[in-house]
């Protein structure tokens, strides 16, 4: 059974199509929950699926800095860094 499981890819939308949906739901979820700006499109929020919780952390924390480096020289203008 464990040979079998390893040789079929959950995160894998052809196989599964209805985890995107899923994961659309998720990311829109957590936008809302933190109060992200709305999609200028309308559309859903964009975000990356992750498997594992440090790749999540390492990749919010990037986000944030990224959105304070922005705020930061709009507020002080300076150029991005």
Excluded: Q
């Excluded at 079998?4 to 957590?30: F, Q, R, T």
């Excluded at 440090?54 to 990749?59: H, I, K």
Aim: glycine share 8%.
């Amino acid at each position: 059974v464990a040979v079998i499981g390893a040789e079929i890819n959950i995160a894998d939308a052809s196989v599964y199509p209805a985890s995107i949906e899923l994961h659309n739901k998720a990311v829109n979820m957590i936008a809302s929950l933190w109060h992200a700006p709305e999609p200028k499109n309308g559309d859903d929020y964009c975000g990356a699926g992750t498997v594992g919780s440090t790749e999540a952390c390492l990749l919010a924390g990037l986000a944030l800095k990224f959105r304070w480096r922005k705020w930061y020289a709009e507020r002080h203008g300076v150029s991005e860094i």
